[in-house]
T-cell receptor, first 111, second 114 residues
Framework: QKEVEQNSGPLSVPEGAIASLNCTYS??????FFWYRQYSGKSPELIMFIYSNGDKEDGRFTAQLNKASQYVSLLIRDSQPSDSATYLC???????????FGKGTRLSVIA | NAGVMQNPRHLVRRRGQEARLRCSPMKGHSHVYWYRQLPEEGLKFMVY????????ESGMPKERFSAEFPKEGPSILRIQQVVRGDSAAYFC????????????FGEGSWLTVV
């Protein structure tokens, strides 16, 4: 059974702080990892993806992957109130398998 | 998610009626996924299609739900004899396998069954 687990939150951080969002997954055969942001009543939008162990940075966002620990995280530096949303972790196991999503972590950035 | 077109955006159906949701993928994309999101729940995979072929329908309920992606025209998710529990957001996502595993979502169709 392929599962993706996230803490539902809410995670509250003050404006300007670093927000750290975590995700674990159940199967070592996973190949690619994605973070999506979803505002209330809207569709998910892709933030970034990561395939290899280590860190990947894109602007204020950094994705961190540790395949041995089956763990992927998203760091948001200099958090802004506009970052307040639900963050969805998704994992792909290759081939024609679909992306499996976690339930999401709700982030609240307090001004 | 620009370019993935879903309609209708909002649909209200009475119990027992049929709902048809449509999705046109991004230009050049050959595959679509359908996901369902119940209130306060995560995205659940339903079906993965390419034109004229269902690749994976392991997430589709056994009854009342069907999906197609014809050679011409949009992909359609069809729900027959809707019940209140079908009320959810239905998202289509566009995919081009040759470019990797990234999928891009449409704006979604919100179905309300009354």
């Amino acid at each position: 059974q392929k599962e993706v687990e996230q803490n539902s939150g809410p995670l509250s951080v003050p404006e300007g702080a670093i927000a750290s969002l975590n995700c674990t997954y159940s199967d070592r055969g996973s190949q690619s990892f994605f973070w999506y942001r979803q505002y209330s009543g809207k569709s998910p939008e892709l933030i970034m993806f990561i395939y290899s162990n280590g860190d990947k940075e894109d602007g204020r966002f950094t994705a961190q992957l540790n395949k041995a620990s089956q763990y992927v995280s998203l760091l948001i530096r200099d958090s802004q109130p506009s970052d307040s949303a639900t963050y969805l972790c998704a994992v792909n196991w290759g081939g024609n398998t679909p992306l499996v999503f976690g339930k999401g972590t709700r982030l609240s950035v307090i001004a | 998610n620009a370019g993935v077109m879903q309609n209708p955006r909002h649909l209200v159906r009475r119990r027992g009626q049929e709902a048809r949701l449509r999705c046109s993928p991004m230009k050049g994309h050959s595959h679509v996924y359908w996901y369902r999101q119940l209130p306060e729940e995560g995205l659940k995979f339903m079906v993965y299609l390419q034109k004229e072929n269902i690749i994976d329908e392991s997430g589709m309920p056994k009854e009342r739900f069907s999906a197609e992606f014809p050679k011409e025209g949009p992909s359609i998710l069809r729900i027959q004899q809707v019940v209140r529990g079908d009320s959810a957001a239905y998202f289509c996502a566009s995919h081009l396998p040759a470019t990797g595993n990234t999928i891009y979502f449409g704006e979604g169709s919100w179905l309300t069954v009354v």
